[in-house]
T-cell receptor
Framework: DVKVTQSSRYLVKRTGEKVFLECVQD?????MFWYRQDPGLGLRLIYF???????EKGDIPEGYSVSREKKERFSLILESASTNQTSMYLC????????????????FGPGTRLTVT | AQSVTQPDIHITVSEGASLELRCNYS??????LFWYVQSPGQGLQLLLK??????LVQGIKGFEAEFKRSQSSFNLRKPSVHWSDAAEYFC??????????FGKGTHLIIQP
């Protein structure tokens, strides 16, 4: 089974702190994703990565950056945390579909609930 | 741009009754379609997927979904729900280079 793990289930940080959320997958997937989930808004894509050292902006990249130095690890960075970044953060991974693109089924981690005070 | 609409924010069903969750999508080509389930405090688990072929797909936990191209729909069904089915359900669409687009979810409540 695919396993996607996230470094913390719950995290509490102060405004202005630099925050790192780590995600690791064990299935040699090429693609990795970071989403945030908020009530009534569903999942919104922050950033994704097709390959090591590659990154693409999703729908809401502002205030975030990412790092992918190794294939299995994808980090989300909040350079200066703000209260409006309090949310559930979900990491996912997928393999590349037969026809290219990044739309094969995604496997999700358990999520990190981040509270910024 | 691709989009997904789940018209029902909340649905309440009695235990043992049948269930249908609606999903409409907008996509320019043949889509990949997915249903995910999220239990409280957990990540998303894939229930089923449609890529091509038979338009009625079977998934885990007794769920099925039917792809109807003419209606741009991919509704999720279960003949008899159990209390453990109470969760948030997400429909998603993809097929291009931009990854998956998720609906906003339907919260399923099971009445005893």
């Amino acid at each position: 089974d695919v396993k996607v793990t996230q470094s913390s289930r719950y995290l509490v940080k102060r405004t202005g702190e630099k925050v790192f959320l780590e995600c690791v997958q064990d299935m040699d997937h090429e693609n990795m994703f970071w989403y945030r989930q908020d009530p009534g808004l569903g999942l919104r894509l922050i950033y994704f990565s097709y390959d090591v050292k590659m990154k693409e902006k999703g729908d809401i990249p502002e205030g975030y950056s990412v790092s992918r130095e190794k294939k299995e690890r994808f980090s989300l960075i909040l350079e200066s945390a703000s209260t409006n970044q309090t949310s559930m953060y979900l990491c996912a991974s997928s393999s590349t579909s037969l026809y290219g693109g990044v739309s094969y089924e995604q496997y999700f981690g358990p999520g990190t609930r981040l509270t910024v005070t | 741009a691709q989009s997904v609409t789940q018209p029902d924010i909340h649905i309440t069903v009695s235990e043992g009754a049948s269930l249908e969750l609606r999903c409409n999508y907008s996509y320019g080509a043949t889509p990949y379609l997915f249903w995910y389930v999220q239990s409280p405090g957990q990540g998303l688990q894939l229930l089923l997927k449609y890529f091509s072929g038979d338009t009625l797909v079977q998934g885990i936990k007794g769920f099925e979904a039917e792809f109807k191209r003419s209606q741009s729909s991919f509704n999720l069904r279960k003949p008899s729900v159990h209390w453990s089915d109470a969760a948030e359900y997400f429909c998603a669409v993809g097929g291009g280079a931009d990854g998956l687009t998720f609906g906003k979810g339907t919260h399923l409540i099971i009445q005893p």
